[in-house]
């Protein structure tokens, strides 16, 4: 399963340090995905990109920030965290858009302290 | 707005035992589908239910969409270990959507 690669894997980081994840889909889809999934919660979709386009932003915090350069590529910018912002951050692909079937990738397990 | 419920929460299942999971939503769904996530991994897809009332199985996993396409259940007979894992089910929302159940967690006493 390595349609979805993301990195880095782990990461801890301070409230002040600034850091990004990187999404890639080698499955020639059009949209990609940013979810999070925190403990006990059902995952909560944060941001949607269709032919590189952000058509869905479900009222996340400023302090993330979301780059599409390319079909292949998603970035999730990270700056100024909260501790409450700690959870698996996982991208996932999919054909066309929302109600399509997602291929997620491993997910990004972000520790904020 | 339109929500997804899943119950159980999580179940506990002698290895051998059978395990069901439900799914319910608020409004009815053009389709649903099912994932599994296992521990420490990500969510897989299993599979896509379209038509009312419609049953796909997958080896020992049976999925089932209700009639009125508000309703799916996942059943899976003689659970092994390798079935422990998070199984979710997510339909299309009023804004056209994926929406994700909270899911049901599987474990499996050997």
């Known amino acids: 399963e390595t349609g979805v690669t993301q990195t880095p894997r782990h990461l801890v980081m301070g409230m002040t340090n600034k850091k990004s994840l990187k999404c890639e889909q080698h499955?020639?889809?059009?949209?990609m995905y940013w979810y999070k999934q925190s403990a006990k919660k059902p995952l909560e979709l944060m941001f949607v990109?269709?032919?590189?386009?952000?058509?869905e932003n479900n009222s996340v915090p400023s302090r993330f920030s979301p780059e599409c350069p390319n079909s292949s590529h998603l970035f999730l910018h990270l700056h100024t965290l909260q501790p409450e912002d700690s959870a698996l951050y996982l991208c996932?692909?999919?054909?066309?858009?929302?109600?399509?079937?997602?291929?997620f990738g491993p997910g990004t397990r972000l520790t904020v302290l | 707005g339109q929500q997804v419920m899943q119950i159980p929460q999580y179940q506990h299942v002698q290895e051998g035992e059978d395990f069901t999971t439900y799914c319910n939503s608020s409004?009815?769904?053009?389709?649903i589908q099912w994932y599994k996530q296992r521990p420490g991994g990500h969510p897989v897809f299993l599979i896509q239910?379209?038509?009312?009332?419609e049953v796909k199985k997958q080896k020992r996993l049976t999925f089932q969409f209700g009639e009125a396409k508000k309703n799916s259940s996942l059943h899976i007979t003689a659970t092994q270990t390798t079935d422990v894992g998070t199984y979710f089910c997510?339909?299309?929302?009023?804004?056209?959507?994926?929406?994700f159940g909270a899911g049901t967690i599987l474990r499996v006493k050997s």
């Open positions: 996932a692909s999919s054909q066309d858009g929302h109600l399509s079937t997602q291929y």
């Open positions: 499955l020639g889809h059009n949209a």
């Open positions: 409004t009815t769904l053009s389709n």
């Open positions: 997510a339909g299309p929302s009023d804004g056209n959507k994926l929406v």
């Open positions: 990109y269709s032919l590189e386009e952000r058509v």
């Open positions: 239910l379209v038509k009312s009332g």
